[in-house]
Each structure stands twice: as C-alpha cells, then as structure tokens.
C-alpha cells in the first residue's frame, strides 16, 4: 500500500458530462501530481501541485482541471468528457517537489470509462 | 522536450535468468532523474530503481541494478535470478529538475516482460 488513496476506483459516465476525482496524498507528503494511462497516449503527465500552488503543467486539456486543498487533497476535474477521455487516471505524492530524496508514490487510479 | 524510448515492446524469459530492458533518451538538460517503474495486472505503479544523473554509479536495489550510460543516453535495466512475480509492464522514465521544483515524469511506451515458469 503505497498510502496514496484514490476515489473512486472506477466511474462510467457518457459523453458530454463533468467529472471529478478525487485524491489524498501520503500522510505529509505535500506535492501531488495527476497522470493519464490510456493505450493511445500511454502514461502521460497532467499537472502538479505543491502545497496548494500549481508548480508545473504537461499534456492537460483546456477541459480538464485541477486543484489542491488546504488540507493537501487533490481533485481533478474533466469536463465535456468525450470517448477519448477513457483512461486510468493517477494520482502521485512526493515531499520534495524537487524529489531528492524523495521518491513519488502512486495510487491505485481512477478507471474512467466514458460511453 | 524529453523523448524516451522503450524499443522492445515484449520479452519473455525463464525464470531464473537473467533479462536487460533497454532505454534510450533525448535531452538538452543536465539535471535530471531516470527511474524505472514495474506495472503488475493489478494496474498499480511500484518504483523499481532511480538515478540521478550527477551520480556516475549505476544503482542498484536488490536484483535490479541499471546500467546508465550518460553520454550515450542510455538507460537499462538488468533483472537478475528473474521471478514469476518480475511479470508486468516496466515503464522506463525521465524527469527533468528544474529550480522550484519538479516537471513531471516522461514516460516510454513500455514493455511488456514475461517470465515463463
């Protein structure tokens, strides 16, 4: 268990709809980070946040977004879904948002599928 | 931006042997992290090994050790005494450092190890 916790663990919904999910880091782990896996793209970097600040952004869609809590939960947010959406969603937690010494732990992913 | 190559989609070997992935990567910047990720059918993502590039020793952890070859780009795994429980998908992974903090990670497309009982 890597203490990352995800939910939820899957969700069908239909195209056009918004979803969120949502994700709690580590216990004092204060960088989160979201990742797409689906067999087009393979495992791609969304976004991260350190202690409530985005700190960097990689292949997200305009339609998607995200966010970090006061109390270090995440929450991204996909709207206007479409087929292509469909995907295993991760969620990652560091210290150091440099991670030295720091390694990333992965959560179990959110399966999205979208009809 | 990073590119990073995985050029064997699947491999299969005994148990017990011993079994290299190979990694290649692209990149203008001199700090940065390599790691190599193990992907069970349970979908989970578990760190297999890390290394900075400052580091000229090859890591190793346990019966995993990296053969990293800066200059050239190159980044393997070596799995030795393989087990039936080294079956999974290992994604090959770069991350470049910058001041602030982290981009995220860039991954291969993977590849598929089987180990044959």
């Known amino acids: 268990d890597s203490g990352v916790t995800q939910t939820p663990k899957h969700l069908i919904t239909a195209t056009g709809q918004r979803v969120t999910l949502r994700c709690s880091p580590r216990s004092g782990d204060l960088s989160v980070y979201w990742y797409q896996q689906s067999l087009d793209q393979g495992l791609q970097f969304l976004i991260h946040y350190y202690n409530g600040e985005e700190r960097a952004k990689g292949n997200i869609l305009e339609r998607f977004s995200a966010q970090q809590f006061p109390d270090l939960h995440s929450e991204l947010n996909l709207s206007s879904l479409e087929l292509g959406d469909s995907a295993l969603y991760f969620c990652?937690?560091?210290?150091?948002?440099?991670?030295?010494?720091?390694?990333?732990?992965f959560g179990n992913g959110t399966r999205l599928t979208v009809t | 931006a990073q590119t990073v190559t995985q050029s064997q989609p699947e491999m299969s070997v005994q148990e017990a042997e011993t079994v290299t992935l190979s990694c290649t990567y692209d990149t203008s910047e001199n700090n940065y992290y390599l790691f190599w990720y193990k992907q069970p059918p349970s979908r989970q993502m578990i760190l297999v090994i890390r290394?900075?590039?400052?580091?000229?020793q090859n890591a190793t952890e346990n019966r995993f050790s990296v053969n990293f070859q800066k200059a050239a780009k190159s980044f393997s795994l070596k799995i030795s005494d393989s087990q039936l429980g080294d079956t999974a998908m290992y994604f090959c992974a770069f991350m470049k450092l910058r001041s602030g903090g982290a981009d995220g990670l860039t991954f291969g497309k993977g590849t598929h190890l089987i180990i044959q009982p």
């Open positions: 990652a937690s560091s210290v150091d948002p440099g991670l030295n010494n720091s390694p990333l732990h």
């Open positions: 290394q900075e590039a400052y580091k000229q």
